[in-house]
């Protein structure tokens, strides 16, 4: 019996043990939906504070959850541009209901800063900007760089001409570098792809520079240009070296990291946008009337009698040229759904734009396809893929050697009575008798064409190896290839009148680059949280690049008449240019998150490299970082109505830049003598020992959320300390080389960035949206191993930027300029880097109507506007006949005509020719109107789910103290000595009205 007794016992007390252990469990049920609408969110996360527990929403916004031996828990609700919300749980419940409220001010975002893992804004550690799918694109962009423009603080988007699709550089906190890359890593979908700026051709038309020049004046396209920006999620900039130290040997210049859209569980949603416009020069740079008097005085008899020949009569050359109002079509289409499985997203574009140049224009055509399964709940696989299709002709603009080749050039030349578009009893144009074209006639007859076929595929693995409550491991792996083919045609015909000057009249360019980027890299992340809810973040993993560019130019000088194929031609050369790279890394990253209130980080980042003197060596790119939740600790209670979130922070990390493919070759060169062809050396060569260029940053600030949460406040410091720039420095003739590649000097640069973003209003019928972004950036030369030198000019006489210790490299110097023998210099003339930029931002919802508009200001900065010497020279200037008075280098003064007294003093003085850069542009205007839901449903039967009507335009103001046509302009591309004027493709300015509509 007693025996029984304790039998009896014991399974009594096992049955309460289960019972209490069951009975401490939660099971949790509800569904999360959106404020505004009321509707489910599908794909929500719902995460255990303190535990690797969770799920998401289904498609309508359900879920379900069970926590075993939980007697309560907090979970936490999270959604991409949604507020994250926290609800305590401590009883089971099926009818749970959670409410998202819109993230305007992106408190909540999750950013990913690492090559494999993400974290919460409120924890980062580091300034990282980012823009939303919807700030991005509020009227439409040709690319989607020029979309960037004024969204963040740090950073400069400006265009180096106007040209259709023509090169937009991206500048992330100032200068890094001298003579190497400048521009941002991009990283799309986890695969960085190229953003190869490729030569045409038109430089060996113009003579402006060689085959193969390092800085091409032919204004090339930069091939990020081929996304599509109706395609982007999201797009996280990590803008200095202590964010972006994962990336190692290729971040100096910050990294861009692009996410594309994705499908959604739930109802297949169809989105058609129709969009049709006009575009418009932006501003005029004007041109000089003449009388009888000073055509004569300025051309002599010639003048006079082309003058009377035209019964005086003023001819607008700028409107001939370049007052074409050119039409502007864009279709998109979206399709995304899926199960809880499986969701895709399918995409089209279809862009149409003419230039404000007749037979000028930009043609996109591009398709996207992404997909993600869940092969069970600890695998996932998702496949991305794009393919574009861009055509662009961009005329003859720019520099040139060749004779007033260009059409700034030739516009400079021409004076308003040259009736331009004459033609001749044949048909022919009439030639040009004051300069050495006609640009009526180049714009009619030369072509200028690039083709763009390219296609970016990756594949990405998830797998979820181990998950507790406690700790999880994971495992991914993406591979990727970024494949591009450019075919350029440039077709100089004999009928030309610069042609038919020529000895070997009829030129006839066919170019062709192939471009392929293949990424491989694995990565694991293991995460334990301990019972305190410190949680300790371990990843690790290894990277394989490969990058391959051939490129291709024929080149075939007097062709047959009519003809325009390279072989119908009396002279032909052949230019090749072949690149291959080949990188390999590896990184270690440990984060620390104690209890949400102090995130540390600490990592390093491995990188060898072909580019690479010693190929075998790996350079190591450390990092460390830490914030500090003030607002988290009861010292912070008596200020949390001042700011219920108040975050420190402070960062390091280095970075590199690599050195050219072959910087550390001597070049060679063919060379003809007695009728054999053989090498000889060219006047650069390499350096054996080359290295990357590295950048140590330290960073410091702070984020705040203030106004009771309707403002949110971020400050940045910065100083980087750039070390082995690599420098192209000049060595002894004995040598056989006048110049060699090799690292040289090191260079500061210093910055402070605000950004302020509001709710002034949020109501039921209004709300407004405002993000204002402030930021400067000043660098200094603090060591040079090699004599000064110029850059970023023509000479110095013309004005230039000056690499000197002690300076600004983007200081500007001129003939007047004086080289001390102490290193200083005296009559600096200016520096091409602004004082501050400042941006205005701003989304204002009315009842159904929707006001977006984006004002950017750049003060400061100078530009060397060799357009208004060029004007000088051919007598066009506008205020050429204006009087001023100059003061001479020896104290006295001249007075005169504008254009006289600036040409007298050339060569001594070189200020008159460097203006300000500052500029007040109005970047972008959106209104749109969406039609009630009920007025829908009357019009339509129930087959659209919205219909929204609109108008927007982009560029559509610009206020500047500037005689070109704008102050953004680089001569020479995407490098660091910008700012140089020689009458480029003028800027335009676009109207859109749009329609769209969802199914």
Known sequence: MRRTRIAFFVVWMAILCVSLAFGQGLEISGKVTVTTSGEGLPGANISVKGTNLGTATRADGTFQLLLPNSSEATLEISFIGFITQEVDVIASTNNLEVSMREDVLKVSEIVVTGLATSVKKRNLANSVGTVSAKELVPAPAQTFERALSGKIAGVTVTQNSGAPGGGINVNLRGTATITGSTQPLYVVDGVIVSNAAVQSGLDLVTDATGAGSATPQGQPTNRIADLNPNDIENIEVLKGASAAALYGSKASNGVVIITTKSGVAGQTRIDVTQQIGITTILNDIGTRSFTAATAED??????????????????????????????????????????ERTQFYVSGLVQDEDGIVANTGYQKFSGKANVNHKISDRLKLSAYTTFARTESDRSITGNENAGTTTLGFALAFTPSFVDIEAKDANGNFVANPFAGSNPAESIALLKNKETVYRTINSLRLDWNLLKSQNQTLDFNAIAGVDFFSAEHFVFSPNELQFERDSGLPGESIIGETESTFSNLYFNGTHSYTTDANITFRTTGGLQFENRNQNNVLVNANGLVQTQSSVDQAASIQVFQTIEKQRERGF????????????????????????????????????????????????????????????????????????????????????????????????????????????????????????????????????????????????????????????????????GWEVSLGLTPIRSKNLNWTSRINFFTTDSEITKLDVDPFGHGGFALFLGEMRVQQ??????????????????SITNILGNANSDFNVSFNNNLKFGNFDLSFLWDWQKGGDVINLGKLLTDLGGTSADFDDQVTFTLPDGSTSTGAAGVQRLTVLGTITSPYVESAAYLKLRELSLSYSLPSSMVNNLFGGQLSYFRIGVAGRNLLMIADYDGYDPEVSQFGNVVARGVDTLPFPSSRQFYFNVAFGL
Do not use: C
């Open 298 to 339: 300025q051309y002599g008899q010639a003048g006079l009698d082309a003058f009377n020949a035209n019964g005086g009569r003023f001819i607008d050359q700028e409107d001939v040229l370049f007052g074409e109002t050119g039409f502007l079509s864009e279709t998109t289409l979206s399709v995304r759904g899926g199960s």
């Open 587 to 750: 990184f270690v990253q440990e984060e620390v998150d104690l209890n949400e209130k102090i995130y540390l980080t600490g990592g390093l980042r491995g990188d060898a490299s072909s580019a690479n003197g010693d190929t075998d060596h790996y350079f190591i790119y450390p990092k460390a970082s830490a914030s500090l939740r003030l607002s988290e600790y009861g010292l912070w209670d008596g200020l949390s109505g001042l700011s219920s979130e108040f975050k420190l922070r402070a960062a390091y990390g280095e970075t590199g830049n690599l050195p050219k493919a072959n910087a550390k070759f001597s070049n060679l060169i063919t060379e003809n003598i007695g009728g054999r062809t053989g090498l000889r050396p060219a006047g650069l060569t390499g350096d054996p020992n080359i290295k990357p260029e590295r950048t140590k940053e330290i960073e410091v600030g702070f984020d705040a959320t203030i106004l009771n949460g309707n403002g949110i406040l971020e400050l940045s410091y910065y100083r980087q300390n750039i070390e082995d720039l690599i420098l192209e420095a000049e060595v002894p003739f004995s040598s056989g080389f006048s110049a060699i590649s090799t690292n040289a000097g090191e260079m500061r640069t210093t």
């Open 806 to 823: 002690g300076f600004s490299p983007t200081a500007i110097v001129g003939a007047e300029s004086v080289f001390n023998d102490d290193g």
